[in-house]
């Protein structure tokens, strides 16, 4: 069975910094593509990043660029997103998401994920 669990999320103050977590078990970790998006409410869901875990490319939004680094850890079957310099705009729940079947357009921002993780609170204060 797929599982992807996030964690690390919570309340930090503009300018700081959060690490997030999504654990992954139940399939071939190296074979998947790894997304974090998130969810404000009344807002669009978002992708944040992507990493191609079959070789480690990575693709970020234009609103994290520069900010935001996600990597990929395969002994522990886990995706990070690291979080610095973090703004209230940033607000929002954050997933993990997962795809094995996935092509050449795997890194567009609209490309569709096929296992889901519960998500975890992000909130950045002003």
């Known amino acids: 069975e797929v599982q992807l669990v996030e964690s690390g999320g919570g309340l930090v103050q503009a300018g700081g910094s959060l690490r997030l977590s999504c654990a992954a078990s139940?399939?071939?970790?190296?074979?998947?593509?790894i997304g974090w998006f998130r969810q404000a409410p009344g807002k669009e869901r978002e992708r944040v990043s992507s990493i191609n875990n079959r070789d480690g490319s990575t693709t970020y939004a234009d609103s994290v660029r520069g900010r935001f680094t996600i990597s990929s850890v395969y002994a522990k079957n886990t995706v990070y997103l690291q979080m610095n310099s973090l703004k209230p705009e940033d607000t929002a729940v954050y997933y993990c998401?997962?795809?094995?079947?996935?092509?050449?357009?795997?890194?567009?921002?609209?490309?569709?994920?096929?296992?889901w993780g519960q998500g975890t609170q992000v909130t950045v204060s002003s």
């Open positions: 998401a997962a795809v094995t079947s996935y092509g050449t357009s795997w890194y567009l921002p609209r490309y569709e994920y096929d296992f």
């Open positions: 139940g399939f071939t970790f190296d074979d998947y593509a």
